[in-house]
């Protein structure tokens, strides 16, 4: 399975403490993007100091206008809500869904927590219909716990 090839390269990029956390951020979204044929936009979200609000972190894939982003609205919003994994199977179903790129068919969203709490997310985008599995959450659910540790 590829996830179990990325998590040693995942490991490597967050422990190279010569690089800025940016720097290690960016190279985790180009590695996802790169290695995951499904994920075609790979970015982060962190919440805005004290706001209810989440703002654009490093990404990889088609530009988007979505750089600020109010708690509750989109997934990303919902994800800073509720605190849990959110599989989106088919993005034109969701009734709160903030379209990004008309090519964008589905969406999974899982949050990074330090110290209990939910700082941030990282999103991935996908061009297929319905291509995120279990393993894709357990996966970036290991992700977003060594993006913790940078934080």
Excluded at 84 to 103: H, K, L, R
Excluded at 128 to 151: G, I, Y
Aim: aromatic letters at 10%.
């Amino acid at each position: 399975m590829i996830f179990e090839t990325l998590k040693p390269q995942i490991e490597s990029i967050v422990s190279d403490d010569k690089k800025p956390v940016n720097d290690r951020l960016m190279a985790i979204c180009k590695l996802l993007e790169n290695s995951v044929s499904y994920y075609n936009w790979v970015g982060f979200y962190f919440r805005n100091g004290d706001k209810e609000e989440l703002v654009l972190g490093p990404y990889v894939g088609a530009p988007t206008d979505h750089t600020v982003i109010p708690f509750g609205k989109g997934i990303c919003g919902q994800v800073a809500v509720s605190n849990q994994n959110f599989v989106v199977p088919d993005v034109s179903a969701q009734d709160n869904y903030i379209a990004c790129s008309i090519t964008v068919k589905a969406e999974i969203v899982v949050p990074i927590f330090v110290n209990g709490n939910n700082i941030g997310q990282i999103d991935i985008d996908s061009n297929t219909p319905d291509p995120f599995t279990e393993d894709d959450e357990r996966f970036l659910e290991f992700v977003c716990a060594q993006v913790a540790t940078l934080l």
